[in-house]
């Protein structure tokens, strides 16, 4: 069987990748499960961040580190990673976004292909959400 094929069939079907990074701090891998979308060698990915809410006082908000996601946080340090697809494992770039609304747009339209307007809603476009593009080297 062809490797290139039996890798884009599991990006086109798989629910979720496991994507492994590269620990900022420890330097060791940092893995987590995510729901994904494909589309022409880039795996989109959307952080589940938002704005943190004001505190109590209703003045201090958390910084934007404190509020990314850390396994964008590890991306963004270093850009090289891996995912995983039950027996199939690429690697990946993380290509920082040069229009993060125009790619949050794109990154949402494509889940909703994906997973469905009833699970993919309104919601994925709120402010403070980050889109994530992974270049596949397969």
């Known amino acids: ?38 589309e022409d060698g880039v795996v989109w990915l959307r952080t589940g961040e938002r704005a943190s809410a004001p505190n109590a006082s209703g003045v201090h908000r958390g910084t934007q580190s404190d509020r990314t996601a850390d396994w964008l946080r590890n991306l963004e340090h270093d850009p090289q990673a891996r995912i995983r697809i039950g027996d199939a494992e690429m690697p990946v770039r993380y290509e920082p976004y040069v229009d993060p609304a125009a790619d949050l747009r794109r990154a949402v339209e494509l889940l909703r292909e994906k997973y469905g307007a009833e699970w993919v809603g309104d919601w994925y476009l709120d402010a403070g959400r980050i889109p994530v593009r992974l270049r596949v080297a397969v």
Do not use: K, N
């Open 1 to 38: 069987m062809d490797p290139a094929w039996s890798t884009e069939r599991a990006l086109a079907e798989a629910d979720e990748l496991e994507l492994v990074t590269t620990g900022r701090v420890s330097g060791q891998p940092h893995t987590v499960r995510l729901r994904f979308a494909y």
